[in-house]
């Protein structure tokens, strides 16, 4: 009956109107939330098939749909840690109960931002208990290869606040200025010394000693050293032994000319590296290569190391952590070594939409959404990841009061249909009387 279709679409239209006011409410409602993607309503009608002149009402039916593609605009923090995606992809998190319980692969859950601090083990959480989730890096600081379509592999990100760390020495730079007076037939010959602190594989402090011999002629001057050197760990051994000749020409004196290995490493005169073995392991040391300005040199009358530098640092306390936009995660020690400890990835799928919402803005993968992806931020795909910095609503709260008030006089229209409807069935009724 078209009286009667009427009404049924009156009731559809208050209960899809009802339906948009509920997403229009929940997106208000979360409208200062951090990483909240709004909910939309959308309206299909129904259509009856009509004949003999009358017309059935259908009616209309509502579905919503999560924007989980549409995010919120970055704002500045003062933590380290809290972390917000830039562009596409979210990271990677689970439940702290379920990452530690040591019963396989945590569930991952994917967020867009977060709010993380250290708790009493160390973990990287949120205050709802959510545990950052990344790629642990080996002692050299690299990350090993990784499947990069599961989550397998992936680990709560966790640092001791009070661990230690402490970085060998591989190299040392001598530049060196060398008397040239001292090379000439009547100087007294005393070798020239210089102590290179070093630190070992433990992280102690040893040194590199190197003495400079010159070597006296009969007549003139001979431009030559005789270059030893020992380490301290090993009292008493030569690591290696060169001679060194000078180049006294008016366009190059006082360089390098060349030299002659006798023991330890071999000199490379390309690159101007020898290689010596102290207790801990080899170390690179850099004199020059002949004819350069820089390394080890002969002018004048005075010993002077000019620039001695060297890599490695003793025992260090860790001070701070910082993420950086590729989503490493670096532990900065107080006496300068950074070291990197973790990797978090950025997980894209083709639908983000299809993932199903869960409390907390996270959300899991569904088959709607289709196969997940970890990419490494800023590569493919993905945008970056940045520090100090929050994901805030997507709601726009201007936009949603515009929609609570067509929404309003919608509902008003649906009721004022079942009000007519009723009065009219009512005149129906009346014909009898």
């Given at each position: 009956?078209t009286?009667?279709?009427?009404?049924?679409?009156?009731?559809?239209?208050?209960?899809?109107?009802?339906?948009?006011?509920?997403?229009?409410?929940?997106?208000?409602?979360?409208?200062?939330?951090?990483?909240?993607?709004r909910?939309?309503?959308?309206?299909?009608?129904?259509?009856?098939?009509?004949?003999?002149?009358?017309?059935?009402?259908?009616?209309?039916?509502?579905?919503?749909?999560?924007?989980?593609?549409?995010?919120?605009?970055?704002?500045?923090?003062?933590?380290?840690?809290?972390?917000?995606?830039?562009?596409?992809?979210?990271?990677?998190v689970?439940?702290?109960?379920?990452?530690?319980?040591?019963?396989?692969?945590?569930?991952m859950?994917?967020?867009?931002?977060?709010?993380?601090?250290?708790?009493?083990?160390?973990?990287?959480?949120?205050?709802?208990?959510?545990?950052?989730?990344?790629?642990?890096?080996?002692?050299?600081?690299?990350?090993?290869?990784?499947?990069?379509?599961?989550?397998?592999?992936?680990?709560?990100?966790?640092?001791?606040?009070?661990?230690?760390?402490?970085?060998?020495?591989?190299?040392?730079?001598?530049g060196?200025?060398?008397?040239?007076?001292d090379t000439?037939?009547?100087?007294?010959?005393?070798?020239?010394?210089?102590?290179?602190?070093?630190?070992?594989?433990?992280?102690?402090?040893?040194?590199?000693?190197?003495?400079?011999t010159?070597?006296?002629?009969?007549?003139?001057?001979?431009?030559?050293w005789?270059?030893?050197?020992?380490?301290?760990?090993?009292?008493g051994?030569?690591?290696?032994?060169y001679?060194?000749?000078?180049?006294?020409?008016?366009?190059?004196?006082?360089?390098l000319?060349?030299?002659?290995?006798?023991?330890?490493?071999?000199?490379?005169?390309?690159?101007?590296?020898?290689?010596?073995?102290?207790?801990?392991?080899?170390?690179?040391?850099?004199?020059?290569?002949?004819?350069?300005?820089?390394?080890?040199?002969?002018?004048?009358?005075?010993?002077?190391?000019?620039?001695?530098?060297?890599d490695?640092?003793?025992?260090g306390?860790?001070?701070?952590?910082?993420?950086?936009e590729?989503?490493?995660?670096?532990?900065?020690?107080?006496?300068?070594?950074?070291?990197?400890?973790?990797?978090?990835?950025?997980?894209?799928?083709?639908?983000?939409?299809?993932m199903?919402?869960?409390?907390?803005?996270?959300?899991?993968?569904?088959?709607?959404?289709?196969?997940?992806?970890?990419?490494?931020?800023?590569?493919?795909?993905?945008?970056?990841?940045?520090?100090?910095?929050?994901?805030?609503?997507?709601?726009?709260?201007?936009?949603?009061?515009?929609?609570?008030?067509?929404?309003?006089?919608?509902?008003?229209?649906?009721?004022k249909?079942?009000q007519?409807?009723?009065?009219?069935?009512?005149?129906?009724?009346?014909?009898?009387?």
């Amino acid at each position: 009956m078209t009286i009667s279709s009427s009404l049924n679409a009156g009731v559809a239209g208050l209960s899809s109107n009802a339906s948009r006011l509920a997403t229009i409410s929940d997106n208000i409602a979360n409208s200062a939330t951090y990483g909240y993607r709004r909910v939309e309503a959308d309206f299909q009608s129904l259509v009856n098939k009509s004949g003999g002149g009358t017309y059935s009402a259908g009616g209309v039916r509502a579905t919503t749909q999560r924007l989980i593609d549409q995010g919120g605009s970055l704002v500045a923090t003062t933590n380290a840690t809290d972390l917000a995606v830039r562009g596409n992809g979210f990271l990677p998190v689970a439940t702290i109960n379920d990452a530690t319980s040591g019963n396989g692969s945590p569930q991952m859950l994917l967020t867009s931002t977060g709010s993380f601090r250290t708790n009493s083990d160390g973990y990287l959480v949120t205050e709802s208990g959510l545990a950052l989730m990344g790629w642990p890096a080996a002692p050299d600081g690299t990350i090993p290869t990784q499947s990069r379509d599961t989550s397998v592999g992936l680990e709560p990100v966790r640092l001791n606040v009070n661990q230690f760390t402490g970085d060998p020495t591989t190299s040392i730079t001598l530049g060196v200025n060398l008397p040239a007076t001292d090379t000439n037939f009547d100087a007294s010959g005393t070798p020239q010394q210089l102590s290179v602190e070093y630190f070992d594989n433990l992280g102690v402090s040893e040194n590199v000693i190197v003495t400079f011999t010159p070597s006296l002629p009969a007549v003139g001057a001979s431009n030559a050293w005789t270059m030893q050197i020992e380490d301290s760990a090993q009292p008493g051994v030569v690591i290696g032994e060169y001679e060194l000749t000078f180049d006294d020409s008016r366009t190059a004196g006082g360089t390098l000319a060349s030299v002659n290995t006798l023991s330890g490493g071999a000199y490379d005169a390309a690159t101007g590296m020898l290689i010596v073995e102290v207790a801990g392991g080899p170390i690179e040391i850099d004199i020059g290569s002949p004819g350069d300005a820089v390394g080890l040199s002969q002018l004048g009358d005075n010993f002077a190391p000019l620039s001695i530098s060297k890599d490695g640092a003793p025992i260090g306390n860790m001070t701070s952590l910082e993420v950086d936009e590729q989503g490493l995660v670096h532990a900065f020690f107080d006496t300068g070594t950074v070291r990197t400890i973790f990797q978090v990835p950025l997980v894209t799928m083709p639908n983000p939409n299809g993932m199903v919402a869960l409390d907390q803005q996270v959300y899991i993968p569904s088959p709607e959404s289709g196969n997940y992806y970890l990419w490494n931020a800023s590569e493919g795909p993905t945008g970056d990841l940045v520090a100090f910095a929050r994901e805030e609503s997507a709601t726009d709260v201007a936009g949603e009061l515009t929609d609570l008030i067509q929404t309003q006089r919608a509902y008003s229209s649906n009721a004022k249909v079942i009000q007519t409807v009723d009065e009219m069935l009512q005149e129906t009724t009346n014909i009898k009387r």
